[in-house]
């Protein structure tokens, strides 16, 4: 299974932006068996999780600081999900990565199949 990112960019805060996290590598029709998560890191901190979404769980917000901004949509017959991030502040500041794995959201901290990251910067 391949993940791509893609979407990042500068923006200035209480801006917005549409990242796109397309998954290829499997057969068509599974595609609603993969969980998908996003998940960011900050310069010198750890990664965290920001949102997942699958079909067993529906969406799961992992982080409370987003739940009002931040919103995760999928294109089926893309095999893409969206994260649409609104009002950006500064400490979103982060690489964003995509992950996939059949298993549940629940299990988030362990997909198997990451991507390469795309860099998200806030300025103030």
């Known amino acids: 299974v391949q993940v791509v990112e893609s979407g990042g960019g500068l923006v200035q805060a209480g801006g917005s932006l549409r990242l796109s996290c397309t998954i290829s590598g499997f057969n068509f029709d599974d595609f609603d068996d993969y969980a998908i998560g996003w998940y960011r890191q900050a310069p010198g901190k750890e990664r965290e999780g920001v949102l997942c979404?699958?079909?067993?769980?529906?969406?799961?917000y992992l982080l409370d600081s987003v739940k009002d901004r931040f919103t995760i949509s999928s294109d089926n017959a893309k095999n893409t999900v969206f994260l649409q991030m609104t009002s950006l502040k500064p400490d979103d500041t982060a690489v964003y990565y995509c992950a996939a794995d059949r298993r549940s959201c629940r299990a988030y901290r362990v997909f198997g199949s990451w991507g390469q990251g795309t860099q998200v910067t806030v300025s103030s």
């Open positions: 979404i699958s079909r067993e769980d529906g969406t799961t």
